[in-house]
């Protein structure tokens, strides 16, 4: 079992950048697909990104494609969200989300059945 703490939410600017880690803590960080969601006020929670156990492959849902950046250093056992020029549309909690499970189809990694493990969430906002 693992557990995920957010970090590095916080208001920001229109056009601004942060980066938001996930610490995971527990054995075998390694053995975890590692997800990437958010939530905004009366918003269903959705798919921001997602990336494999090693990070070879990684997606985006097509709202931040090109804005923001998954990573992983597996070493640290922490994930990245690396997210640049922020919209006001993009104020939501943000949440880190873990899996063991080999799915034989990709598109559980983009919803969030596919987790069995969550972060508390970290407050990100964007004002215009």
């Known amino acids: 079992q693992v557990q995920l703490v957010e970090s590095g939410g916080g208001l920001v600017q229109a056009g601004g950048s942060l980066r938001l880690s996930c610490a995971a803590s527990?054995?075998?960080?390694?053995?975890?697909?590692m997800g990437w969601f958010r939530q905004a006020p009366g918003k269903a929670r959705e798919f921001v990104a997602r990336t494999s156990k090693r990070g070879l492959t990684t997606d985006y849902a097509d709202s931040v494609k090109g804005r923001f950046t998954m990573s992983r250093d597996n070493a640290k056992s922490t994930v990245y969200l690396q997210m640049t020029s922020l919209k006001p549309e993009d104020t939501a909690v943000y949440y880190c989300?873990?899996?063991?499970?080999?799915?034989?189809?990709?598109?559980?990694?983009?919803?969030?059945?596919?987790?069995?493990?969550w972060g508390q969430g970290t407050q990100v906002t964007v004002s215009s």
């Open positions: 527990g054995r075998s960080f390694s053995a975890y697909y």
């Open positions: 989300a873990g899996s063991t499970t080999t799915y034989f189809s990709d598109t559980y990694y983009y919803t969030a059945r596919g987790y069995d493990y």
